[in-house]
C-alpha cells in the first residue's frame, strides 16, 4: 500500500540556519512526489515536485528536495531559513488519480 | 488562473443539523478532490471526481457524507446529521489530468460541530 512517513513532527531552526525535512515514501512503481506548505488557516501551497529525470528539483521560495530511490526518500531542504518559513510541511505521493499524504512537519524558526 | 475557491471558509452549526460546502476549482481542471484535515494530521482522501463522474470515495466515508458535482464544474460536499466527530477543515483541490498534475488547493472551510 502506498504510504508517506515524515518522521519529525516538529522542527525548530534559527533564521538563517539551513534545513532539511525529511520525507519516506512507500510505493510500488516510480512515485510521483510533492512538498507542500501549509501557513495556519490556508490551504496547501505546491512548494515543487519530483516525475522523472534529475534527482535533485527546484521549487519556490529557494527549496529544493532530493529523490533517492534507493532509500525511498524525498527529503526537502533549504540553504537559510527565513522567518517567513514558519508553517507546517508535507510531503505526498501520487499514484496518478490519488494522493497520499504525510502527517507533516511542523516549522518554527528562531531569531 | 483566480485558484480554487472553496465557500464559506468557515461554519459552525450544531449537532444533528446539515451542512453543505461549495468548492469552485481551476477552470480548466477537470479532476476535482475533496479532503479532510484535522489538527496535527495530513489531509485525508475523501472523494474525487473526473468531470461529473465520482470516481473514487473512500471507505472511511459515512452514508451521511455525499458529493456532488453536476455540470463538471463546481462541486458541492454536504453533511447529514452532523456530529462533533465532523469538526475538521474541509479541503478542496483540483487538477488537470495527468499522472504528474499536483493538486492545487483552496482555503478550506472550517467546520465546527457544537
Known amino acids: 500500500a502506498q504510504s508517506v512517513t515524515q518522521p519529525d513532527i516538529h522542527i525548530t531552526v534559527s533564521e538563517g540556519a539551513s534545513l532539511e525535512l525529511r520525507c519516506n515514501y512507500s510505493y510500488g512503481a516510480t512515485p510521483y512526489l510533492f512538498w507542500y506548505v501549509q501557513s495556519p488557516g490556508q490551504g496547501l501551497q505546491l512548494l515543487l515536485k519530483?516525475?522523472?529525470?534529475?534527482?535533485l528539483v527546484q521549487g519556490i521560495k529557494g527549496f529544493e528536495a532530493e529523490f533517492k530511490r534507493s532509500q525511498s526518500s524525498f527529503n526537502l531542504r533549504k540553504p537559510s531559513v527565513h522567518w517567513s518559513d514558519a508553517a507546517e510541511y508535507f510531503c505526498a505521493v501520487s499514484t496518478g488519480n490519488q494522493f497520499y499524504f504525510g502527517t507533516g512537519t511542523s516549522l518554527t524558526v528562531i531569531p | 488562473d483566480t485558484g480554487v475557491s472553496q465557500d464559506p471558509r468557515h461554519k459552525i452549526t450544531k449537532r444533528g443539523q446539515n451542512v453543505t460546502f461549495r468548492c469552485d476549482p481551476i477552470s480548466e481542471h477537470n479532476r476535482l478532490y475533496w479532503y479532510r484535515q484535522t489538527l496535527g494530521q495530513g489531509p485525508e482522501f475523501l472523494t474525487y471526481?473526473?468531470?461529473?463522474?465520482?470516481?473514487?470515495k473512500s471507505r472511511l466515508l459515512s452514508d451521511r457524507f455525499s458529493a456532488e458535482r453536476p455540470k463538471g464544474s463546481f462541486s458541492t460536499l454536504e453533511i447529514q446529521r452532523t456530529e462533533q466527530g465532523d469538526s475538521a477543515m474541509y479541503l478542496c483541490?483540483?487538477?488537470?489530468?495527468?499522472?504528474?498534475?499536483?493538486?492545487?488547493f483552496g482555503n478550506g472551510t472550517r467546520l465546527t460541530v457544537t
Open positions: 471526481f473526473q468531470n461529473e463522474a465520482q470516481l473514487e
Open positions: 483541490a483540483s487538477s488537470k489530468t495527468g499522472d504528474n498534475s499536483p493538486l492545487h
Open positions: 519530483y516525475f522523472s529525470g534529475d534527482t
